[in-house]
């Protein structure tokens, strides 16, 4: 089994829709990410968190909300989608003091139209 | 702010040849530095990180890269790729003084392995 999963895998949503993109993991790390991936631009980070009280901005952030519901879950929400949101994106963890190595899910195709 | 730079968008290369993948960071005091590789419909896999010791890194399949701290570079090598070599290639940085595990990516090298 996958140690860090996402659901949906794909979604296709309208603009203006409330979406919510969620991620869990079995690894037992502290530290969870979501970064969007677009085309020519890399990975660029949303949101992370240190722990369930711990949650910071990334580069980002406008337009994104995050709920840590747990340790081992962490969603991403799009209060209201809009087309440049369309992109892939990434949940990822790490271990506190693991030196940076983070673990990433197998992504969440998102196409708003 | 720290920032990567990875000059090769694509990279055509034939089977059995060597292949460099170049990556470049802004200066710091120190910094960790992570290279990635995503295959097609994949999340990122680590492919090797260096941390501090030894500036030849060795990572998973056969791949290599050297930190060179007065070029500010880590590139990547593999002596003869293959075909399952093709992939997305990225290079990442981290700063280990803010103790975040934040990477900061690079746009990514797509690496084409014909026969």
């Known amino acids: 089994d996958a140690d860090v999963t996402q659901t949906p895998r794909n979604r296709i949503t309208k603009t203006g829709k409330r979406i919510m993109l969620e991620c869990s993991q079995t690894k037992g790390h502290d530290r969870m990410y979501w970064y969007r991936q677009d085309p020519g631009l890399g990975l660029r980070l949303i949101y992370y968190s240190f722990d369930v009280k711990d949650i910071n901005k990334g580069e980002i952030s406008d337009g994104y909300s995050v709920s840590r519901q747990a340790q081992a879950k962490f969603s991403l929400s799009l209060e209201s989608a809009i087309p440049n949101q369309t992109a892939l994106y990434f949940c990822a963890t790490s271990e506190s003091g693991g030196a940076g190595t983070q673990y990433f899910g197998p992504g969440t195709r998102l196409l708003v139209l | 702010a720290q920032s990567v730079t990875q000059l090769d968008s694509q990279v055509p290369v034939f089977e059995e040849a060597p292949v460099e993948l170049r990556c470049n960071y802004s200066?710091?005091?120190?910094?960790?530095l992570f290279w990635y590789v995503q295959y097609p419909n994949q999340g990122l896999q680590l492919l090797l990180k260096y941390l501090s010791g030894s500036t030849l890194v060795k990572g998973i399949n056969g791949f290599e890269a050297e930190f060179n701290k007065s070029q500010t570079s880590f590139h990547l090598r593999k002596p003869s790729v293959h075909i399952s070599d093709t992939a997305e290639y990225f290079c990442a940085v981290s700063d280990p003084a803010y103790n975040t595990d934040k990477l900061i990516f690079g746009t990514g090298t797509r690496l084409q392995v014909f026969p």
């Open positions: 200066s710091s005091v120190s910094v960790y």
